[in-house]
């Protein structure tokens, strides 16, 4: 069936540090993939997304990596500030279907 | 500026009771959504308008009755709610309805049934 899923559902950092989120997708089809960020009360935050036709991606502070052969999406968010704590889902896109299928999510966790 | 909104931001009521959430968006797109977001933070679609049509309909009671007016609001509204539908209903928006484009969504809409 359709799934994204995420192996871990919290990671914990130091501030300073390097975060890698990771997250595996199921379906062949997907041609577009985005990480979201969502903090407390709020609603998903668009942070970074990717083509199936790229392998790598890079914004400010944050990379995405897709392995297409073992269908591996990672987020790396470099620095880790406090202000990146927040559950973090990424998502595929089912070609020509508009379909976004979420993963479980990540929760990160900074620490001071 | 305000790209999303939903209103109310919370709803509490009671089973069997019938509510409605409002979305509406100025970004101009075509294609809008309602998703909703379980205890676990398990986010689902469950419906998506490209320009007032519908296009997707996931397995939703049919309890549940999108409505879009224009191409820039989408509301839900929810028949006799029962206490599984309490839960956070984000409304998104996007260029296209094919997909490939990012999803921008509103603050949510905590619905909690009694």
């Known amino acids: 069936g359709e799934s994204v899923g995420l192996h871990l559902p919290t990671l914990s950092v130091q501030e300073g540090d390097n975060s890698i989120i990771n997250c595996a997708y199921s379906?062949?089809?997907?041609?577009?993939f985005i990480w979201y960020k969502q903090e407390s009360g709020k609603g998903p935050q668009f942070i970074i997304d990717?083509?199936?036709?790229?392998d790598k991606r890079q914004g400010q502070r944050v990379t995405v990596l897709l392995n297409k052969t073992v269908k591996h999406l990672s987020l790396q968010i470099a620095a880790t500030q406090p202000g990146d704590s927040a559950v973090y889902f990424c998502a595929e896109n089912i070609r020509n279907t508009g379909k976004l299928i979420f993963g479980q999510g990540t929760t990160l966790q900074v620490k001071p | 500026d305000t790209a999303v909104s939903q209103t109310p931001k919370y709803l509490v009521t009671q089973m069997g009771n019938d509510k409605s959430i409002k979305c509406e968006q100025n970004?101009?797109?075509?294609?809008m959504y309602w998703y909703k977001q379980d205890s676990k933070k398990f986010l689902k679609i469950m419906f998506s308008y490209n320009n007032k049509e519908l296009i997707i309909n996931e397995t939703v009671p049919n309890r549940f009755s999108p409505k879009s007016p224009d191409k820039a609001h989408l509301n839900l509204h929810i028949n006799s709610l029962e206490l599984g539908d309490s839960a956070v209903y984000f409304c998104?928006?996007?260029?296209?309805?094919?997909?490939?484009?990012?999803?921008?969504f509103g603050p949510g809409t905590r619905l909690t049934v009694t």
């Open positions: 379906n062949s089809a997907s041609d577009y």
């Open positions: 998104a928006s996007s260029q296209v309805a094919s997909g490939g484009y990012e999803q921008y």
């Open positions: 970004l101009g797109h075509d294609t």
């Open positions: 990717i083509r199936s036709n790229m």
